[in-house]
C-alpha cells in the first residue's frame, strides 16, 4: 500500500475515534430549545392526554406523532454543555424521548382530579392505620412493583432495541386480538360487591402487576395489560379499570419523578418552560376527559372497539412499511 492510502486511513481512523468513544458532534441547548415549539407541545399533549389511559398505547402513539412531526432523534449527537445528574452527555434522543415524561404530569394531575375522592380516603385511611385502605394501598404496591424492577433493570435494552414503528405497528396488532381473544373468553361480569376495588388482595393485585410487566413494549397499552390483567384475576370490568388508573397513577408517578431526577440541571437548560407548561396543561384536560369517559364506556361496552382500532391502525402502518 502506498504511503498516502495509509495517512488517508489513519486520517480517517483518528476522525472517527470520538464516535467509537461516545463523543459525536454536538448541538447548542439553543437550537435544542427551538425545536420544542407551542404548536408541538399541543400535538404531544393531545395525543398523550387522550392516549395514555385508553388500552390503545401512549407510548406508541408518541412515536408514531413524533415521527409524523419529523422530531430528530440521533443517539451520537449531543448537546454540548449539557449533562445529566450523573454528569453524562445528554443526547438528542434522550431529550426527545424525556420530554414526554414532562408532559406526563399532566396526565398524572388528571387522575388525581377524577380520582380525588379514592385516593384522599386511601391517603387519610392509611393515616389513621385504616385496615382497608392499609390494605388497598399494599395491593396497589404489589402491582406496581414486577414492571417497576424490570424497567429498571432493562430500560436500556427497551429503549435501544423497542422503540420503532415496526415494534409498535406488531404490539398494536397482537394487542388488539389479545383483547378479542379475552373478550370472548372473559365475559361481561358485573361488580360483585358495592366497593369491589377496596377488596382487592395481593393475589389479583399480583396477576396486575405480572400483566403490566408486557406493557414495556412499546404500543402494548399499560391501561390495556392492566385492565386485562384485572379481568384475569376475576374483576369486573368497572373494578378493572378502576384499578388500573391507580396502578398507573403510582407508575407514571415513579417513571415521571425518576426520569426528571436523573436528568438534574439538564431538565431546564433544554426544555422551554412555555411550551412544556401548555404541553402539561393540554394532556391534562384531554386525560381527565378520556379518563371520565372511558371508565362508564368499558363497563357498559368492554373493549372491543379498541381492539378494531388497534388492529386497523397497525396493519395499515405494517402496511404502509411493507410498500415503502
Avoid at 397513577?249 to 431546564?268: D, E, F, H, V
Wanted: include cysteine; glycine fraction near 10%.
Amino acid at each position: 500500500r502506498s504511503p498516502m492510502l495509509r495517512l488517508a486511513f489513519g486520517l480517517w481512523l483518528l476522525s472517527s475515534l470520538p464516535s467509537f468513544a461516545g463523543y459525536g458532534p454536538t448541538v447548542t441547548p439553543e437550537e435544542i430549545r427551538r425545536e420544542f415549539t407551542y404548536s408541538r407541545a399541543v400535538v404531544t399533549g393531545t395525543v398523550e392526554g387522550v392516549t395514555e389511559y385508553l388500552p390503545v398505547s401512549s407510548t406508541g402513539h408518541m412515536i408514531l406523532s413524533d415521527s409524523l412531526l419529523g422530531v430528530q432523534k440521533y443517539p451520537d449527537v449531543t448537546v454540548a454543555g449539557v449533562t445529566d445528574r450523573k454528569g453524562r452527555a445528554v443526547s438528542m434522543e434522550r431529550v426527545a424521548d424525556d420530554y414526554i415524561v414532562i408532559i406526563q404530569l399532566g396526565a398524572i394531575l388528571a387522575v388525581l382530579v377524577a380520582f380525588f375522592g379514592r385516593v384522599r380516603g386511601v391517603l387519610t385511611g392509611l393515616c389513621r392505620g385504616d385496615g382497608q385502605s392499609v390494605s388497598l394501598a399494599s395491593s396497589i404496591l404489589v402491582a406496581f412493583l414486577p414492571a417497576a424492577l424490570l424497567g429498571f433493570l432493562f430500560k436500556d435494552a427497551i429503549s435501544a432495541y423497542l422503540f420503532s414503528v415496526e415494534v409498535v405497528a406488531a404490539a398494536l396488532v397482537v394487542g388488539g386480538l389479545v383483547i378479542l381473544v379475552a373478550e370472548y373468553l372473559l365475559p361481561k361480569k358485573a361488580a360483585e360487591s358495592s366497593d369491589e376495588v377496596a377488596a382487592i388482595g395481593w393475589r389479583p393485585a399480583l396477576t396486575v402487576g405480572l400483566c403490566q410487566c408486557f406493557a414495556l413494549i412499546p404500543g402494548t397499552s399499560r391501561s390495556l395489560a392492566t385492565i386485562l390483567g384485572g379481568r384475569l384475576a376475576g374483576l369486573s370490568h368497572t373494578a378493572a379499570t378502576e384499578f388500573s388508573f391507580l396502578v398507573g397513577l403510582l407508575t407514571l408517578s415513579a417513571a415521571s419523578i425518576y426520569k426528571m431526577w436523573s436528568l438534574g440541571p439538564a431538565l431546564t437548560q433544554v426544555y422551554p418552560a412555555g411550551p412544556a407548561s401548555v404541553g402539561l396543561l393540554v394532556a391534562a384536560v384531554t386525560a381527565f376527559v378520556s379518563v371520565k369517559w372511558l371508565v362508564g364506556y368499558v363497563s357498559r361496552n368492554g373493549l372491543g372497539v379498541f381492539a378494531w382500532y388497534r388492529i386497523a391502525l397497525g396493519g395499515a402502518i405494517l402496511a404502509f412499511l411493507a410498500l415503502k
